[in-house]
């Protein structure tokens, strides 16, 4: 399994979206927008989408 990260909009930083998965589990999820806790980056709240997302190991 990967961390999830996405690139905050706010300060360009790879964030951890608390959702932990792998390439074929994240192709499957459907939801369009998926809305992650307190960035650790800047403190606010992301939505984000699965196109933006960045698995790391
Ligand atoms: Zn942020």
């Known amino acids: 399994m990967a961390k999830v990260m996405i690139k905050c909009p706010e300060t360009g930083k ?5 959702v932990l998965a792998d390439k074929t589990m994240l192709e499957k999820i459907h939801i369009r927008q998926n809305k992650m806790g307190r960035c ?3 403190g606010k ?3 984000w989408e699965k196109e933006q997302a960045i698995l790391q190991d």
């Open 14 to 18: 790879l964030v951890f979206t608390g």
């Open 40 to 42: 650790s980056a800047c």
């Open 45 to 47: 709240e992301h939505l």
